[in-house]
Structure formats: structure tokens, C-alpha cells
């Protein structure tokens, strides 16, 4: 593990750039914003090709349909039991040696997978988090507010070493994701899954921020949160 403050270089080689990877996004009636997440996933300057897996956690909406609609490979779940058990499915199903997981309301920026990849090599890491850019996808007062409070956070301090994961762009490698036995579903409504998780993958190999590693977000507004 490089030391605290030490940043990874980017756009370095190493033997993990090429690595077949999967992205995974649970989804619960996403179809506003999960459009325009794909796309950004398919603008993405990575080879070889990326697979993308969308786990429909029972949306009531059009998720699946715009899923479909971009080739994505899509995972219709009958019931809707949360992101954890969203992402658990997703994983099941991958076949590619590295998953990385967003949420359906991001977007990434063209080299995003490609320093995930990388950074999980150069910070001898067992997982990788990346972070919020200052600009959300969305507009108005409160979601730049947070967007900012969100990077000031990451920013603020020379920490690498996270407790828990970060599933709003996390790296993990499949057999790593498979030995710890993945998400456990502590309670639905409860946001920890996480931070257990994280906990688990700790107890293997760290749990690394790497901050050349970044997407937007499409943050809430003052009126719905």
C-alpha cells in the first residue's frame, strides 16, 4: 500500500489494464437517469469491451426497457429487495475478472474505468473507491451544495484507507468479491451494506480511495430530500 497522500499516477500500464471487467448497476425505477449512465460507460476509453449488467430491482417504471434498448445484459428481479441483494445478483452473473459498480444515477468520465483497473494494481489494493467530481450531473443551488460537500470530503485529508466500500464507483476484483462472500442484506431500509462489506474485504486486503478514479452524480434536491 502506497503511502497515506501518495497519489497513483495516472494513466500508468501494468498487467491488470486489460483485464475483462463488468460493470454492474442495480437499478429501482432509474429509467430518467440510467440512459445517460450507459452512455457514459460506452464513451469510455477502455479495452478490451465492457460488459454491462443492470439488475431491475423490481422497477415499476421503464429500467428494464431502456437497459435492453443500449445491449445491456439485463437481470429482472421480482421483488424489490434493495440495492445489496441488487448487486449480489449482478455479481452472480459476471463472468469477467474485475467488477466495478456504479449507481444508475452516474455518469462516468472517459478514463474512469481505466484508472479503476489500474489503481487496483498500483495500490496493491483489494478494492478501489473512487469519488464524486465538485460538478453533479443536475442542476440547481442544493445539488452543486452537495456535490461540493461530497468532494471536500474526499479531498480534505491525505487518507487512502477506507473502512467501508463505495458502491457508487467501486472496483473489486470477482474472486476477491466472491471470497468474501459479498453483500449481506443486514436490513432493508438500513444503508450499511457498505461499510459490513467493506469491513470483510478489510480483513483480506485494504480498501483504497484512489482520487484519479471519479464520476458525477445526479444529486436529490433541497424539496426531495
Known sequence: LRAAGEAAPRGSTNTMATRTLRVIIPAHNAAATLRACIASIRASRYEPAVEVIVVDDASTDDTAAVAESLSCVVIRRRGNGGPAVARNAGAKAATGEVLLFVDADTEMLPDTIAEA?????QWCAGAVVGMYEPEPVNRGFFPRYYAY???????????????????HCGAIPKRLFDQVGGYRSIAWGVDVENEEFGRR??????VVLARSVRVRHHFPTFRKL
Open 117 to 121: 483497473v489500474a489503481a487496483l494494481s
Open 149 to 167: 460537500l461530497k468532494y471536500h470530503a474526499y479531498t480534505c485529508s491525505s487518507t487512502t484507507r477506507l473502512l467501508g466500500f463505495g458502491a
Open 201 to 206: 474485504i478489510n480483513e483480506v486486503q485494504p
